[in-house]
C-alpha cells in the first residue's frame, strides 16, 4: 500500500514536493520517499479545451508564476544536462496554428524547437535559444492527422538563466486547403 502525504498542499496546477509512504500490510513496516507531483491541465494552461496534450521526456508542467495571458501556461520539466523535455498534440489540417513560447537558456546551446511529424520546422523562430520573451508564431498545419511538438533541449553542460521553456495560448484554426496554399 503506498499513500501520500496529506501535507503536500496541492493548492492547485503547478509542481508539489510530497512524502509516499509505503506500508508492508503484513509486516507493518514503513518507508518513506520524496517524490514531486506534477498536477497539469493542459488545455486549460495553453487555453485549447478541445485539445489534448501529452508530455515525453521530462515531463512539462501547468504553472501560473510564468504566462503569456496572466493565467497559466506550460513549462519545460525541471531538467538536468543532455536531457529533453516535449509537449505534444495531434491536430487535423488544414488550419493555422498559433502559440505564444519563450525561453530561458543558454545561448546557442539549449533550444526550444517547434516540430510538425517530426520534422523540425524552417523558418524565423521555429528554434530559440537565450532570453528570449514572448514570440507568437503561426504555422501553417497541413492536410491531415499531425503531431506538433514542442521540445526544449539541454546540451552536456552550464546552467543558465531559467533553463526552461513556456508555450501559453495555443489556438489551432482549421481552414480550407485553398486558404493554406495562398499562405
Known amino acids: 500500500n503506498a499513500t501520500i502525504n496529506a501535507n503536500a498542499n496541492v493548492l492547485g496546477l503547478g509542481v508539489y514536493p510530497a512524502i509516499v509512504t509505503f506500508t508492508n500490510t503484513v509486516s507493518g513496516k514503513t518507508i518513506n520517499r520524496n517524490v514531486i507531483l506534477y ?5 486549460a494552461a495553453l487555453d485549447s479545451p478541445a485539445l489534448t496534450f501529452e508530455t515525453s521526456g521530462v515531463p512539462w508542467f501547468s504553472q501560473t508564476t510564468t504566462t503569456h495571458d496572466g493565467v497559466d501556461a506550460a513549462q519545460s520539466g525541471v531538467m538536468g544536462d543532455s536531457q529533453t523535455s516535449s509537449l505534444q498534440t495531434t491536430l487535423t489540417g488544414p488550419g493555422k496554428l498559433t502559440f505564444w513560447w519563450k525561453v530561458s537558456s543558454e545561448t546557442n546551446w539549449d533550444f526550444l524547437r517547434f516540430y510538425i511529424n517530426g520534422v523540425e520546422q524552417s523558418g524565423s523562430l521555429v528554434r530559440i535559444s ?4 514572448w514570440v507568437q508564431k503561426t504555422v501553417a498545419i497541413p492536410t491531415g492527422s499531425q503531431t506538433v511538438k514542442w521540445s526544449y ?16 495560448q495555443v489556438v489551432f484554426t482549421p481552414t480550407s486547403a485553398s486558404e493554406i496554399a495562398v499562405e
Do not use: L, M, P, R
Open 39 to 43: 498536477v497539469n491541465d493542459f488545455a
Open 130 to 133: 537565450g532570453e528570449v520573451n
Open 153 to 168: 533541449t539541454k546540451d552536456g553542460s552550464v546552467n543558465t538563466g531559467s533553463d526552461a521553456a513556456w508555450v501559453d
